[in-house]
């Protein structure tokens, strides 16, 4: 026979995973730009150490931010320029590729296929590349706000480290 205070325990434990899942989705939009900030310091910590070989402590984290910024920066160049050349080749082909796409349904009717879109499909396609693109800047401002968690987060970490440090020790005595 079980305890009642194992199934207590129990029903309590799947009550807390709710409850853990509800906040994390209800928290995601602060959440995860949290831990992908927390994810880059880690991953950007290790320059730092090694421009300390070379600079003063506080020339560090300043080259540190630059180097992350320097990526940053490339990053959303890379993307932002990719954006706006496919803008304008589709802003300077829009004819062909309605020529295009016309050809595509009438060959599709004919072969008893289903037409991507249905009627009107080549406004709909437009209408779904315009949210697309939309969605792409949105989550270029998403990276922003990271980018300026990481920056203000990355001098933190050696206070951090200490806070844990001091955590330990008083642990170990006790």
């Given at each position: ?13 799947v ?108 406004d ?25 968690l ?19 020790k ?5």
């Amino acid at each position: 026979m079980v305890q009642p205070e194992t199934i207590r325990n129990r029903l309590l434990t799947v009550i807390a995973v709710i409850l853990v899942v509800a906040a994390l989705q209800w928290s995601y939009p602060v959440t995860v730009p949290l831990v992908v900030a927390v994810f880059i310091i880690a991953a950007a910590w290790p320059i730092k150490p090694w421009l300390e070989q070379v600079l003063p402590t506080s020339l560090s984290y300043v080259g540190t931010v630059f180097a992350l910024l320097l990526v940053i920066t490339c990053f959303f160049t890379v993307i932002y320029f990719a954006l706006a050349q496919i803008t304008q080749t589709f802003g300077q082909n829009q004819e062909q590729f309605r020529d295009l796409y016309e050809t595509l349904a009438t060959w599709s009717r004919e072969k008893g296929l289903p037409v991507f879109g249905g009627e009107g499909g080549y406004d709909r396609l437009v209408a779904i590349a315009q949210i697309l693109f939309w969605q792409v800047y949105g989550m270029l401002g998403y990276f922003g706000v990271i980018a300026i968690l990481v920056i203000m987060g990355l001098p933190e970490v050696p206070a951090l480290a200490g806070k844990f440090r001091d955590q330990l020790k008083t642990s170990e005595n006790r």
